[in-house]
């Protein structure tokens, strides 16, 4: 007898998998490692080559992401002594901060807009989606078609009449228009990925709940909503993913008040001396809430993409 | 409970009629079990009772009040469902709870625990409230189905082949529970199967459907011993019943020429000649397969039947079932 098995994995093959899977990992990681050590160096640290991998960390690229700052004579910083520790940094390069910079303006819009309109699209995709999936809609196909052909180009092609558009309607710049362009652009796949996923939930579940005295809508919210949370869940992530990150529009669209984070994140690079510690430590940031929201739907998101995968 | 009346119902899906006016009254405290094979309307039939689906014609009464118009929640009825349809987010007990929950019911929550753990007690599933539904055996499972049923107090249990995906032994134990419980509560219950046995141990009445019509109605001995056509004669007794040509006997009657024999209608060791082609020992019967001028019929024998391939035997009928061409009962 042996334990040699046709469907388990031997010991070598498992450890063979498991290292290609760490160097993986390690490959896709280090982009990101490098940023994030970038954002603890100094300017100088931050271009020396060969990099240095071992560097003292400081916090002056935190600093002059959130702060403007102005040189100031020897005289008025020596009768300005720093109140505090941001202040000693700005101090020890020979200049004062003059005031806030405008990346927490812009890191909220990124909020604001990405997680609104990835709100939106999963709100609306799943009231279309559960129709397209429950209904005799008329020309159900050529309208799913439809809706999947505005994925068919990348968006960007329609940046010009978008933006005059925007212009006439006096949606530029505002937070309500990047919203909707987001939501129009998600959309599309909210619908797809949601209709796959209600495609799965028997329809004799709502009819369970019909003869057991609910009716449809109240069946769609007991009985249908929470067997479809994987669903919503990753169809959220997706969404937010593509709301969070997205570039062009926001540099076309937006230059104030609802400028997103992307764009304005490279202009940081300053006047003069390039800040890449400053760019680092903004890229950093922007990294956290999507990395947040994605752990905390992490297990919905690997129960989502393994999905109709396996007949249950 | 209530009676239930199906006043000339159709129902058609694109150009395939499931149902072609039916007429079927289920009194109160009936056990009417509508028979017939895969396609012919027992489970349109179903949910046409059900509010499911909606009559293209004809008109749907409980208790004397037209419902073909309303939604399931308004007929007040109860399903189990073939494939159990338990809700896979709930425990058993929060699906045994969900009906009576509904804005229909809204019972209190102490009523309701009183009255699930009274179920459950009945369906010996006590000890599963708290699980999750998914974690349930195929068995477990049409307990909660059925329960989910029984917590109520309906105007008519709806059950659609709750039993078919159950092993053997489950089935029979189920059948015979079920058989209990509608006596004890004496509830009206119309009931879908394709199981010959069901139908006859279960039924008050049995109701047999061919494409979609009502053929025949009544109690299971009525429809076995007096069916009205060669095609309800087919949906009960086992081994099913033989036809020949009426012709290879004498005695037929003016217009029969089909000649159907069940078991007891063969008398063994007289009449014309047959070839014993094999014997099938099924432990409690013996399955004897003969055929006579170029026909096959299978009858029952003595479970020690001494009898080999080859051998002759002469067989001869005893009140038989005659039919004419299209398949009618001649008398």
Not at chain 2, 11 to 21: C, E, L, Q
Not at chain 2, 198 to 205: G, P
Request: charged residues 20%; proline residues 6%; aromatic residues 8%.
């Amino acid at each position: 007898m042996t334990n040699w098995s046709l469907t388990e994995p031997s010991n070598t093959q498992k450890y063979v998998a498991g290292t290609l899977v760490a160097i993986y990992a390690l490959v896709t990681l280090l982009p990101i490692l490098w940023i994030l050590s970038t954002g603890f160096k100094t300017p100088t640290d931050s271009i020396a080559y060969p990099p240095k991998l071992i560097f003292e960390p400081t916090l002056e690229g935190y600093v002059n992401l959130f702060t403007t700052q102005t040189r100031q004579t020897e005289e008025y910083l020596a009768n300005n002594p720093p109140n505090n520790w941001y202040e000693q940094i700005v101090h020890d390069k020979g200049m004062v901060i003059a005031g806030p910079s405008r990346f927490g303006e812009r890191f909220l819009n990124s909020v604001i807009i990405g997680f609104g309109s990835t709100f939106l699209s999963v709100f609306l995709g799943t009231l279309a989606a559960y129709a397209f999936s429950r209904y005799k809609v008329p020309l159900k196909d050529d309208l799913l078609f439809f809706i999947l052909s505005t994925r068919m180009m990348p968006p960007i092609a329609v940046a010009i009449p978008i933006f005059l558009m925007f212009r006439t309607l006096g949606l530029s710049d505002t937070h309500a228009g990047m919203i909707l362009l987001y939501t129009a652009v998600n959309l599309s796949l909210a619908v797809w990925l949601l209709k796959g996923f209600i495609d799965e939930i028997p329809i004799e579940y709502e009819e369970a709940a019909l003869i057991d005295g609910y009716t449809r809508f109240q069946a769609f919210i007991k009985v249908v909503l929470p067997q479809a949370t994987t669903g919503i869940a990753s169809t959220a992530i997706f969404c937010l993913i593509f709301a969070w990150n997205e570039y062009a529009f926001a540099v076309l669209l937006t230059s104030g008040t609802a400028q997103t984070a992307p764009p304005f994140i490279p202009t940081i690079i300053g006047v003069g001396g390039q800040d890449w510690p400053a760019v680092a430590a903004g890229a950093t940031l922007f990294l956290v809430p999507v990395m947040v929201f994605t752990i905390l739907l992490r297990r919905h998101l690997l129960r989502g993409i393994t999905f109709g995968a396996v007949r249950k | 409970m209530a009676e239930v009346e199906l006043r000339n119902i159709s129902k058609s899906f694109g150009r395939i009629d499931a149902v072609k006016d039916v007429s079927l009254t289920i009194s109160d405290g009936d056990f009417i079990v509508l028979l017939g094979p895969t396609g012919a309307g027992k489970t349109t039939t179903l949910r046409l009772v059900s509010g499911l689906e909606h009559p293209d014609r004809g008109t749907v009464f409980i208790d004397g009040n037209d419902v073909s118009k309303t939604t399931p929640a308004m007929r007040n009825v109860a399903m189990v469902f073939q494939q159990y349809s338990l809700y896979p987010h709930m425990t058993v007990y929060e699906n045994l709870a969900f009906p009576l929950r509904s804005p229909l019911l809204k019972t209190p929550e102490s009523k309701i625990k009183e009255k699930i753990s009274e179920i459950a007690e009945v369906l010996q599933i006590s000890h599963k409230l708290n699980n999750r539904t998914t974690e349930l055996s195929g068995g477990e499972m049409q307990r909660v189905s059925i329960g989910r049923a029984l917590v109520r107090n309906p105007s008519i249990y709806l059950m659609d082949e709750p039993l078919s995906s159950l092993d053997a032994k489950l089935r029979a134990d189920l059948r015979v529970e079920l058989k209990h419980i509608q006596a004890d509560l004496g509830a009206t219950l119309l009931y879908v199967t394709h199981d010959q046995i069901e139908a006859m141990t279960m039924a008050s009445k049995i109701g047999v459907l061919e494409e979609g019509r009502l053929v025949q109605v009544g109690p299971p001995r009525e429809i076995y011993e007096d069916p009205v056509s060669l095609y309800v004669s087919g949906r009960l007794g086992l081994p099913r019943i033989n036809t020949i040509p009426a012709s290879i006997f004498p005695g037929a009657p003016i217009g029969a020429t089909t000649l159907g024999l069940r078991s007891e209608h063969i008398e063994l060791g007289t009449g014309l000649p047959a070839n014993v082609i094999r014997l099938e020992h099924l432990g409690d019967q013996t399955q004897l397969h003969l055929e006579i001028e170029g026909h096959k019929i299978i009858t029952l024998t003595d479970v020690h039947s001494q009898l080999q391939p080859d051998d002759i035997i002469h067989i001869q009928p005893k009140d038989p079932l005659y039919f004419d061409p299209s398949g009618n009962r001649v008398r």
